[in-house]
């Protein structure tokens, strides 16, 4: 697999990455530990280098998973995880202050079974804590040798601006897809400005882009979409015009929705690495077999043009969670 490059820094890693929270949290029951650890060794051995996962996803347990997954091919491999929430807690508010960003990283070495974390993302911005005391915590981590590489998950573009003249950030992450564009409107712009790469979650729409969802799929009790006002029924309805696209164009390039999906990502800049996530070793193939399938400029003028007259229905996130919203 070809490497993509996050940032000015020397951070490479492979074209698609793995996004591991599935596996322990947010859809679902967890994975069985051993279906776990084969599934991020078969992605490894398919070629990905680049692994996903944060202290409040289980919490704890999936840390654990992944270091105990890569624990064999830790010199090969880039592992991200995450600081930011009240005592690893995602359902709490931020927290982001210098001793708690220390306490996680500490923590999060031993889970991880390293010595040190190649990126260090901070979850969501702690409006209570000035974003250049968080740089500048994480500045004196990379120093000491913890950490190698600081990274922002759902920051505006003002408070990126901010952290990366204390210390320099190699990724943002956030939510991008077909699904969601929202961050073409000034956040790309100002990651290309600055040379930062783009890791987008949930590259496949929480599962929509497959095109395995329908008004009448029922989520299990645990599973993080059943309060995600996009996935109310009547809303996943009208929204299954755009699985309706892709899935014509995916017909003629005799590949799958998902794989389309993720090929757009890939076509509209070289430093933007997904990571989607799967529980299952047949989805894990099809998912990196997108960056076989080519799309052409037609192809993706055709998209742009359905998707300019596509508004999508619900809102990404439940309004409870409104409080995680970077306003700065």
């Keep these: 697999m070809q ?9 490479q890693v492979s074209t698609i990455g793995l996004g591991c929270m ?8 967890a994975v069985d530990n051993k279906d776990g650890i084969a599934l991020i060794r078969k992605a490894y051995d398919l070629g990905v280098t680049f692994y996903d996962t944060a ?36 359902t709490k508010h ?17 889970r991880l079974k390293t010595d040190y974390i190649d990126l260090f993302y901070q979850h969501r911005v702690d409006p209570n804590v000035p974003i250049e005391d968080v740089a500048g915590t994480v500045k004196e981590l990379i120093k000491e040798g913890k950490v190698k ?17 204390v210390q320099p ?35 496949l729409g929480k599962g929509f882009l497959t095109g395995k969802i329908t008004e009448n799929t029922q989520f299990t009790k645990d599973d993080f979409r059943n309060i995600v006002p996009r996935f109310k029924s009547e ?10 696209l892709i899935t014509k164009i995916a017909k003629e390039k005799g590949a799958t929705p998902a794989q389309v999906a993720l090929a757009w990502l890939l076509e509209q800049k070289p430093w933007i690495v997904p990571i ?42 439940p309004a409870e969670l409104a409080h995680r919203t970077d306003k700065s």
């Design 276 to 317: 989607p996530g799967t529980t299952k070793i047949p989805r894990l193939e099809e998912n990196i077999g997108s960056i076989s399938v080519k799309l052409t400029s037609e192809d993706l003028q055709k998209i742009k043009s359905s998707l300019d007259n596509i508004k999508v229905q619900g809102d990404r996130y």
């Design 235 to 244: 809303n996943i309805k009208a929204n299954l015009v755009l699985v309706e």
């Design 94 to 110: 931020q927290d982001s202050r210098p001793e708690r960003i220390r306490q996680v990283a500490e923590e999060s070495l031993k």
């Design 169 to 203: 950030v190699s990724a943002l992450q956030s939510e991008y897809s077909l699904f969601w564009r929202n961050p073409e409107e000034e956040i790309i712009p100002t990651l290309e400005e600055l040379n930062i790469g783009l890791v987008p979650y949930s590259p």
């Design 3 to 11: 490497k993509r490059k996050l940032g000015e820094n020397g951070l």
């Design 149 to 165: 590489y600081f990274g922002l998950s759902e920051a505006s573009a003002n408070t990126i601006r901010k952290a990366h003249a």
């Design 55 to 90: 202290e409040c996803y289980g919490p704890f347990t999936n840390e654990e998973l992944v270091g105990e997954a890569l624990k064999p091919m830790r010199k090969d491999v880039v592992i991200a995880t995450k600081f930011g929430f009240q005592n690893g807690d995602a």
């Design 22 to 29: 599935g596996l322990s949290f947010g859809y679902g029951p």
